[in-house]
């Protein structure tokens, strides 16, 4: 393709210095990983945890914390969405699924099917998603009905005028809506509990996490968007939340949550096949007391109710 | 010793090299061959790879070419209605990429200008570090710019609602492309040879008569190349416009709108999608439309280039 020759020499020379560089960083951290690995080591159990992204960071957190309290077990947590957390349960390769939704019956069944065994659901905590505008807008509270004409395929509200809003120093009020990419729990779950299963209204800002979310809101002034009450920030509100138009708004706050008027909440699960046993049991025993509820808690998510926990 | 002994005798035996040698050369031989060879086995194997991953869904009834390449509706994930149109995230590839090159070629081809004519040659190794090192930066790094420094520059600047959109990518991209269109049109113009330059300079021509009536015509097929690596590193590049477009399908009716690009969507959503589902199957499809494109962009380059050879 190129019709002159190239010479590179400096940049060889520069890529050299540079391969040199990463070669003797990768030979320090190695160097600092191997002195660490001396001494007898006692027998170690792993449990294999896999899933809900919406959890991947609690799930951490609980194993970091886990590793203190029970040197002997280590639990290995990856991510990847609910559903491929599911999908490695029925064929049997993860001890433990987290999921920010219940199994299907299909799915069930087909993990009976294969393992033989029943995946059983835990309850671990609880989640409200949180619909979240700029500090700046003067707009309270909001019905899921509004919701779903602003984000859903058809909906009529496009500006911030059609709901009788008006946000200070703003020229143009095109609402800028902010979403999850499409294969996000989160957006399954607001799309099935708002948009009544309809589809997204195309050319919404699709983020990759949560946090993002809450950010790109944070400095638009005419934006809102979903994510996890978690996120919150200084420079965006959380609006209260009413199923219908009209109706009592509810703030996503611990009690709504439980006592379950604020209209969208979540469980969030553990599934494992059968009963838990040995060393998943006391895992899954000391995620459900107050040390592995105290973890969610500061991970921003709702934590059981005391008469759920484990003694 | 006395030199006249040896001369004396019959002509010196050829050197006899032992067997081992002989094979060993033979060995070198053949193993340079192959890591020849391997470019076109790696690009086979890769090209064999995408298909067989992408050919499934081709072959099934729920999916249609005709929607895949010429709708603008991407739903992938829907409960009711699953659709897979990549129209827009074709259109917002090509904004960027369109964009990036109207920003990226005159910085490019002008800074590949100066170096060569018109700086000392101390500044000249000076920038020239610089711009290896700028090419250096890893995307995500870019990525990270757009999305916090740049967004807010444009945001303020432009009154656009969101600072992430086709005008972000597209300067993001163009600062990523500059440093290899400069690179390389350099070279291309160092290339051009010494006799030229003198015999325009012995004419009386002025430094810039120089420039445009021998250098860039001399240099162009060098320069195009620049230009389509440059064309080819803003089309193929991921992280950056993932974070500094806004992540939106649409088609883009302005450059502060957000778009979604080719690459962008494989990124964000392979990771997710089950193996083996029709989704995957439809995002390797999306692979193989990007490798349709980019080879597009190279035979089309090469063809200039041979168009232009054959005319002279």
């Known amino acids: ?311 | 010793m006395a030199p006249t002994s040896s001369t004396g005798a019959a002509a010196p035996p050829r050197p006899i090299r032992s067997r081992r040698a002989v094979w060993g050369e033979r060995g070198i031989e053949l193993l340079i061959y192959a890591s020849g060879m391997s470019a076109i086995v790696f690009i086979l194997a890769i090209l064999f790879f995408i298909f067989r991953e992408a050919a499934p869904v081709l072959f099934s009834d729920r999916f249609s070419l005709t929607q895949f390449l010429f709708s603008t509706e991407w739903y992938p994930t829907s409960v009711s209605n699953v659709r897979y149109g990549t129209l827009a995230l074709s259109a917002g590839t090509l904004a960027v990429t369109v964009l990036a090159m109207v920003l990226a070629v005159p910085f490019g081809v002008g800074g590949a200008v100066f170096l060569s004519q018109f700086c000392g040659p101390r500044l000249r190794e000076t920038l020239k570090i610089i711009i290896e090192l700028l090419a250096a930066i890893p995307s995500v790094v870019w990525g990270f710019i757009g999305l916090t420094v740049m967004s807010r520059l444009i945001v303020t600047y432009t009154g656009a609602p969101v600072g992430v959109n086709v005008l972000n990518g597209g300067i993001i991209l163009a600062l990523m492309s500059v440093p290899i269109i400069v690179s390389i049109g350099e070279d291309a113009l160092k290339a051009v040879p010494d006799s030229y330059v003198e015999a325009a300079l012995a004419l009386g021509a002025t430094r810039w008569q120089l420039v445009f009536r021998v250098l860039l015509p001399a240099a162009r097929h060098g320069l195009l190349a620049a230009v389509l690596l440059g064309v080819g590193r803003a089309i193929g590049e991921t992280m950056a416009v993932l974070m500094a477009t806004g992540h939106a399908v649409q088609i883009p009716h302005g450059i502060l709108d957000s778009v979604r690009t080719l690459t962008a969507n494989i990124a964000a959503e392979l990771g997710e999608a089950p193996a083996g589902s029709e989704h995957y199957q439809v995002l390797f499809l999306t692979g193989v439309l990007l490798f349709i494109i980019t080879m597009l962009v190279n035979l089309a380059a090469d063809l200039i280039i041979r168009g232009a050879r054959a005319r002279k």
């Not at chain 1, 309290?69 to 990847?80: K, M, N």
Request: hydrophobic letters at 40%; one cysteine or more; glycine letters at 12%.
């Open chain 1, 1 to 311: 393709m190129m019709g002159q020759p190239v010479s590179g020499t400096r940049l060889d020379h520069l890529t050299r210095t540079i391969t040199a560089a990463a070669l003797l960083a990768a030979i320090a951290v190695l160097a600092a990983c191997g002195g660490g690995a001396g001494g007898p080591q006692p027998q170690t159990t792993t449990i294999q945890n896999k899933g809900s992204d919406t959890m991947v960071n609690v799930a951490q957190a609980w194993a970091e914390a886990y590793k203190r309290a029970a040197p002997a077990v280590d639990v290995e947590v990856s991510g990847g969405g609910s559903g491929v957390g599911i999908a490695a349960l029925i064929r049997g390769t993860v001890d433990i699924a987290t999921s920010s939704r219940n199994m299907k019956p299909e799915e069930i069944e087909q993990a009976r099917r294969n393992t033989g065994q029943t995946p059983k659901e835990i309850i671990v905590g609880y989640d409200a998603l949180a619909v979240y505008v700029h500090r700046s807008n003067p707009l309270e509270a909001i019905s899921t009905e509004q919701l779903a004409e602003i984000f859903g395929e058809g909906g009529a509200t496009v500006n911030w005028a059609q709901l009788g809003v008006a946000i200070p120093g703003v020229t143009d009020d095109t609402i800028v809506r902010v979403s999850r990419q499409s294969s996000s729990g989160t957006y399954e779950f607001f799309r099935d509990h708002v948009l009544g299963k309809r589809d997204f209204k195309l050319g919404s800002r699709d983020m990759n996490g949560s946090k993002e979310v809450v950010e790109l809101i944070g400095s638009t002034p005419t934006a809102i968007g979903y994510s996890g009450m978690g996120y919150a920030t200084p420079a965006v509100k959380m609006l209260r939340i009413s199923a219908q138009t009209g109706g009592e708004a509810f703030p996503p706050s611990v009690e709504n949550t439980l006592n379950k008027t604020y209209p969208l909440a979540r469980s969030l699960q553990l599934y494992t096949l059968g009963e838990p046993q040995g060393a998943v049991k006391a895992y899954i025993d000391w995620i459900l007391s107050d040390a592995g509820q105290q973890i969610l808690a500061e991970s921003g998510y709702v934590p059981l109710p005391p008469e759920q926990r484990h003694p």
